[in-house]
């Protein structure tokens, strides 16, 4: 029972202690390390609970379902939890070389940690209302972890990204209440099954649109997706990464969740109208990608691109295909907080982003090299790695539904993903050098950017390795969403 | 009176709308506050008016009988409100700092990053 809430209770408790220990710098990291491990321990602990023993409940208060606050562990939640910890913990090691002192004492530690509560919250609520104050609770974490720094990139970008964020917030906040006018629940089992008698089918598909735009503004989804091209690449890249990592996937988590378990009166219509502007997605986020010339600019509009194909796994609403978007999700958070990762390593070594001014990394430094070809190439989806067996699944599914045309845009985009990944190989890593090498790294920690690229790197060869197990997992989890 | 509601929440949203499209970021703000303020009215209304029927059971009986006004909708609009002031205090000084550094309210100067 407790396992249900750990998620949730460990960055809280780690954000109150890194508070705590405001302005003892290695304090606060030991403890931002330690909570991140932590969490990542009670996502894969509540996983195998889940797995074992299916769905879990917590009562908050121990005031009985329908009247209180409950929390939901299904096999999905569960999968998504381990994601935050996963990513954390990366960020947290690569923090420790990178991360500036004017940062960490104006707070980022317990920034972050707050921002993973209200994440991991969002995961496992099973209450509506309850969901929109942990999306609040990311929100205003993720706000102040945008702009901190103050840089002028950093405040343009985070002035769009607020005010989107907020609009989607108002817009959620009138849809919970509408959805409470109609059928008087809150908590999302009773509401699923009390819409069964609502006998107004509009007014319903009204309330599924708010909610789909809502959640669209925060997933990225087209034609709201503007926000995040606009800001994810101006703060530093350990947040950039974070937020590439898993932000825009609690979007897409609260997108699936009420479009299989609320909304499912009638597929025919939104769930069509949600595959076509998956495809839509995808083919805008990568035609922005291409024209880009400033590597974290093409990794933030990849990030849009690619949330077209989980969202392509919610609009064919199959097993089949849930399970292969739920595939991707994990498939991505890995390899685009990777892919940030060296983007980063890449500016510390050359001191830019621009594409045009980088060159021969891979004559000096071909360790990083590879390091960058292995999510690159499993970002467009080239076997044996973890992205080609999340696209399988999706085009097997889609071709099994008979929607070819989501096929064919899903193929395209992911050829046209590898031909941005290898502009981006061309330039930075394989034509010869313009310039002497700029600033080197500076001693202190290198190793701490090193570490979470492997680990990264490692776990989506591994995932690709091991795909058949964790589609299994991916099938089970998708099973119970059509079920419920 | 739902009537009447109707029509504020409903000139709330188009205000709010029409100063978010503004290009003056202090617009920008008002605007936002203006939604969320329409957003809390909206679940007031749809959770019922009604006068003089506070949720109490009386000392005689074991249960709520007939009508009673729902407090469900007054306790989401507490936290709304709790939230949006927080975060609009935050939207608030963000502005001002935008402002400070870009030098220019105007959202068309926010080009930087595009």
């Not at chain 1, 209450?127 to 720094?149: H, P, Q, R």
């Not at chain 1, 809150?186 to 099954?193: R, S």
Request: charge should be positive; aromatic fraction near 10%; include cysteine.
């Amino acid at each position: 029972m407790i396992l249900t809430i750990l998620p949730v209770l460990i960055p809280f408790l780690t954000g109150v202690a890194t508070l705590l220990a405001w302005n003892r710098r290695p304090v606060q990291r030991a403890l931002s390390l330690l909570g991140a491990a932590g969490l990542l321990g009670a996502g894969l602990a509540l996983l195998a609970s889940v797995w074992r023993k299916g769905v879990q409940t917590l009562q908050v208060g121990s005031w009985p379902a329908p009247f209180g606050i409950t929390f939901t562990a299904d096999l999905f939640s569960a999968i998504m939890v381990v994601l935050p910890g996963l990513i954390a913990l990366s960020v947290a090691v690569y923090s420790l070389g990178s991360m500036d002192p004017y940062r960490e004492r104006f707070g980022y530690h317990p920034l972050l940690h707050i921002m993973l509560m209200g994440v991991c919250g969002a995961f496992l609520t099973g209450d509506i209302f309850n969901l929109y104050v942990w999306f609040e609770v990311m929100l205003i974490a993720s706000f102040v972890l945008l702009t901190l720094g103050g840089e002028r990139a950093q405040l343009e970008g985070g002035v769009k990204y607020v005010a989107l964020n907020l609009m989607a917030s108002a817009l959620f906040l009138a849809g919970v209440g509408i959805l409470y006018g109609v059928t008087g629940a809150l908590n999302m089992t009773d509401i699923a099954q009390r819409l069964r008698g609502v006998e107004q089918p509009g007014l319903v598909i009204a309330i599924a649109f708010l909610f789909l735009v809502a959640f669209g503004i925060k997933a990225a989804l087209f034609p709201l997706f503007f926000w995040l091209p606009a800001s994810y690449h101006t703060p530093p890249v350990a947040v950039s990464a974070l937020f590439a990592g898993l932000l825009t996937k609690v979007g897409v988590y609260a997108l699936i969740r009420v479009f299989t378990m609320l909304f499912v009166q009638n597929p025919g219509y939104t769930h069509t109208l949600i595959l076509v502007i998956a495809g839509l997605t995808m083919l805008i986020g990568v035609f922005g990608a291409v024209a880009q010339d400033d590597f974290r600019r093409i990794l933030a509009f990849h990030s849009v691109s690619q949330v077209g194909y989980m969202i392509m796994g919610l609009g064919l609403f199959t097993p089949m295909a849930l399970a292969g978007a739920i595939f991707f999700i994990i498939h991505h958070s890995i390899v685009k907080a990777d892919l940030f990762l060296v983007s980063g390593l890449v500016l510390r070594l050359r001191g830019t982003h621009h594409l045009k001014k980088l060159g021969g990394l891979y004559q000096t430094c071909p360790a990083l090299a590879s390091l960058f070809l292995i999510p690159a190439l499993s970002l467009a989806g080239l076997p044996p790695l973890s992205g080609f067996f999340a696209k399988l699944a999706l085009v097997q599914a889609g071709l099994e539904a008979g929607q070819f045309a989501i096929v064919a845009v899903a193929l395209g985009v992911s050829l046209l993903t590898l031909f941005s990944m290898m502009k981006i190989w061309n330039e930075v890593f394989w034509k010869p050098s313009l310039e002497e090498s700029g600033p080197t790294p500076a001693g202190q920690a290198v190793w701490a950017l090193w570490l979470p690229l492997g680990l990264l790197a490692a776990l989506t060869t591994f995932l690709g390795l091991a795909a058949e197990p964790l589609f299994a997992l991916s099938m089970r989890a998708a099973e119970q969403l059509i079920m419920r | 009176m739902e009537t009447v509601l109707a029509f504020v929440i409903g000139g709330l949203y188009a205000a709010g709308l029409y100063m978010l499209m503004r290009r003056s970021l202090v617009k920008l703000v008002i605007g936002l506050a203006l939604l969320g303020q329409a957003s809390n009215l909206l679940i007031f209304t749809l959770g019922r008016l009604l006068r003089g029927h506070p949720p109490l059971i009386p000392p005689d009986a074991t249960g709520m009988m007939g009508l009673y006004a729902d407090p469900v909708p007054q306790a989401l609009i507490l936290t709304a409100i709790v939230i949006g002031f927080g975060v609009h205090a935050f939207t608030i000084i963000l502005v001002k700092r935008a402002y400070q550094m870009v030098g220019s309210d105007d959202l068309d100067d926010f080009r930087m990053t595009e």
